[in-house]
Nanobody, 121 residues
Framework: QVQLVESGGGLVQSGGSLRLSCAAS????????MGWYRQAPGKQRELVAL???????????DSVKGRFTISRDNAKETENTVYLQMNSLKPEDTAVYYC???????????WGQGTQVTVSS
């Protein structure tokens, strides 16, 4: 099992910045990627950004490219942390943001509890 604990989020004005953090513990050796998804009211959950745990390769949704940056910290043996730095925030970025960790084997997706990000215009 993998446990995910998120922090960050909140209310910010348009053009502002926020940073989300997600700490993964437990069977972190089984993880091959971590990332962030978001879900706005009435919409499907969508990928925002992901990063592979070993090589650090990243991928972003087109809507956040150039504004959001995902990074990871694997320095601790018992914990992996992934960050999402969000700059130039827009009202359309308002959503609940969920941390995701993906295990290669067994193939399992783990999810955080979600954190609200609200961008006011």
């Amino acid at each position: 099992q993998v446990q995910l604990v998120e922090s960050g989020g909140g209310l910010v004005q348009s053009g502002g910045s926020l940073r989300l953090s997600c700490a993964a513990s437990g069977r972190i050796f089984s993880l091959n990627a971590m990332g962030w998804y978001r879900q706005a009211p009435g919409k499907q959950r969508e990928l925002v950004a992901l990063i592979t745990t070993s090589a650090g390769d990243t991928d972003y949704a087109d809507s956040v490219k150039g504004r959001f940056t995902i990074s990871r910290d694997n320095a601790k043996e018992t914990e992996n942390t992934v960050y999402l730095q969000m700059n130039s925030l827009k009202p359309e970025d308002t959503a609940v943001y969920y941390c995701n960790a993906r295990s290669m084997w067994p193939p399992v997706d783990y999810w955080g509890q979600g954190t609200q990000v609200t961008v006011s215009s």
